[in-house]
Nanobody
């Protein structure tokens, strides 16, 4: 079992940036492929990004490609999501989750979520 906690949400204007962190405890962090999901108005569990166990492979939803960057530091048991050029449609609660299987399969473990609000 792994316990996940997100940090770093907030309110920004369109075009701004935020960095989210996800800190894990419990089972070995590097055992998991990890993902970020979001829930916004009318959207449930939208896939955002995923990263492999060693951080060498990443994948993104088309809606965030080129603007968001996922990374991880296994030594710190922490995953990150750098978000740039934010748009109002990025407004959502962002969750880190594990293990990531594919964009349509809900992971087993979820953090509590952190709110990101982007104003126009």
């Amino acid at each position: 079992q792994v316990h996940l906690v997100e940090f770093g949400g907030g309110s920004v204007q369109a075009g701004g940036s935020l960095r989210l962190s996800c800190r894990a405890s419990g089972r070995t962090f590097s055992d998991y492929v990890l993902g970020w999901f979001r829930q916004g108005p009318g959207i449930d569990d939208e896939f955002v990004a995923t990263i492999s166990k060693d951080g060498s492979n990443t994948d993104y939803a088309d809606s965030v490609k080129g603007r968001f960057t996922i990374s991880r530091d296994n030594a710190k048991n922490t995953m990150y999501l750098e978000m740039h050029s934010l748009k109002p449609e990025d407004t959502a609660v962002y969750y880190c989750a594990a293990p990531f299987v594919d964009s349509a399969s809900p992971p087993t473990y979820w953090g509590q979520g952190t709110q990101v609000t982007v104003s126009s």
